[in-house]
């Protein structure tokens, strides 16, 4: 069974065909299929946004499609940056999560509480759309600490490790982050199935 990846992360490229390996799929990306644009991300939640990316490139592609968006959310913040994550504010990954800090500088360290969320979306051209969702719960930490990883990492602190994700090697995060979860979901989705059409 052949399934388009609607992403053109290398990074979550190499994950989902981590996670998926084993499972008799051929997953094609974007450039194979001579996709060279996705829909703008501005749905209201991760789901719309998973969705159209993965309605889109099924459609162009004529094939199966999977698709993800994620994002940062913050209780104080009533769940900022959430869908907005990747255009909260600043140039780079470091302007981000030091916005975020500086947002928070007064919220005591129980009320830092916060959440990745990861929605992977699967469609067929014949229009059977699933989704599948991950959590990884955490807290935002006062200062950044960390080297690996990306985005809001440095600043998400995992209460049962002692440490943010940046602080935690790539191979044991993609054990416990959300995109990992909602993966898995879909995993054991796609194993139950012999196709899709
Ligand atoms: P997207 O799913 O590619 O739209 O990414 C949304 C944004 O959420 C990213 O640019 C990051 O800022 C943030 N984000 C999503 N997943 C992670 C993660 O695992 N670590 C750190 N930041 C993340």
């Keep these: 069974m052949k399934i388009a990846l609607a992403t053109k992360n290398p990074g979550k490229i190499r994950e989902i ?10 997953l094609a990306g974007l450039d194979e299929l001579s996709i060279k644009e996705l829909p703008p991300e501005d749905g209201r939640t991760f789901k719309e946004n998973a969705l159209k990316k993965a309605r889109f490139v099924s459609q162009k592609a004529g094939l199966p499609a999977i698709a993800d968006d994620s994002g940062l959310e913050v ?3 009533g769940g900022r940056p959430g869908v907005y994550s990747a255009r909260y504010g600043g140039r ?13 500088k007064d919220i005591p360290d129980k009320e830092r509480t916060a959440r990745f969320r990861c929605v992977i979306a699967l469609v ?13 719960e955490g807290r935002i930490s006062t200062e950044p600490r960390g080297r690996y990883g990306f985005g809001y990492d440095p600043v998400f602190y995992i209460p049962h490790r002692g440490k943010t994700l940046a602080e ?3 191979e044991e995060k993609n ?13 054991d989705y796609l194993s139950g199935r ?3 059409t």
């Design 194 to 196: 012999t196709h899709l």
């Design 168 to 170: 935690i090697q790539p």
């Design 124 to 136: 067929t051209p014949d229009g059977e759309e699933r989704t599948f969702e991950g959590v990884l």
């Design 75 to 77: 209780d104080a913040l």
């Design 17 to 26: 065909r981590s996670i998926l390996e084993g499972l008799s799929i051929e």
């Design 92 to 104: 780079t990954d470091r302007d981000r999560y030091m916005k975020l800090l500086e947002e928070l």
């Design 175 to 187: 054990l416990i982050s959300h995109r990992a979860m909602a993966l898995k979901k879909l995993r």
